[in-house]
């Protein structure tokens, strides 16, 4: 079965350093999300992208982070200058339907820890 | 925006009992889909409902779709180990936000052999 694919699955970083998370969502796709989960809280929309643009952004999504899709395969979630509040789970998931109506499949997600 | 509250927050069962939980939502949802979150995994879509009043199964999971959109249930029979997890509901935010899911918080469940 297909499945989203994400890099690293655990990221270990000093605040204020940058850190770029990757994901490979599945081949024929055209939706990608961001989303973060803080431990033991709910799943919190960042972000939607298709057509090389963002589609919708949360107010979490502020200039600290960026996305981009590089290349043809990969998805990545960058944090400029990391804060403490910013670890969290951060899962890349990705969709052939604009509508969120039919679920999305998640990738196994990148913990991201900020000391 | 939307919020969606979940019910119970955790369950600790024995292996064979049958599990139910639900999610409430302050407004209407046209849809509503289940996840499940094994330890670290991300979220796997379980059920997704589509209409009021609609009841779907899923091998031993069936979900039902409110009569006025603002909840949904989810039931889990004969519940059996790797059924452990977090159970998430969730439903697309609406208006213009076609492509964003609201989560809930989550009902934890805990499984004894």
């Known amino acids: 079965e297909p499945e989203v694919t994400q890099t690293p699955s655990h990221q270990v970083t000093q605040m204020g350093q940058e850190v770029i998370l990757r994901c490979v969502p599945i081949s024929n796709h055209l939706y990608f999300y961001w989303y973060r989960q803080i431990l033991g809280q709910k799943v919190e929309f960042l972000v939607s992208?298709?057509?090389?643009?963002?589609?919708?952004k949360s107010e979490i999504f502020d200039d600290q982070f960026s996305v981009e899709r590089p290349d043809g395969s990969n998805f990545t979630l960058k944090i400029r200058s990391t804060k403490l509040e910013d670890s969290a789970m951060y899962f890349c998931a990705s969709s052939a339907s604009m509508s969120a109506s039919y679920g999305y499949t998640f990738g196994s997600g990148t913990r991201l820890t900020v000391v | 925006g939307q919020q969606l509250n979940q019910s119970p927050q955790s369950m600790f069962i024995q292996e064979g009992e049958d599990v139910s939980m639900n999610c409430t939502s302050s407004?209407?949802?046209?849809?509503w889909l289940w996840y499940k979150q094994e330890p670290g995994e991300g979220p796997v879509l379980l059920i997704a409902?589509?209409?009021?009043?609609e009841l779907t199964s899923n091998g031993r999971l069936t979900a039902q779709f409110g009569i006025t959109r603002k909840d949904s249930f989810l039931n889990i029979s004969a519940s059996i180990p790797s059924d452990v997890g977090i159970y998430f509901c969730?439903?697309?935010?609406?208006?213009?936000?076609?492509?964003?899911?609201?989560f809930g918080q989550g009902t934890i469940l805990t499984v004894h052999p």
């Open positions: 407004s209407i949802f046209n849809t």
């Open positions: 969730a439903g697309p935010a609406g208006g213009t936000s076609y492509g964003k899911l609201t």
């Open positions: 409902l589509y209409k009021a009043g």
């Open positions: 992208f298709y057509n090389n643009e963002i589609s919708e």
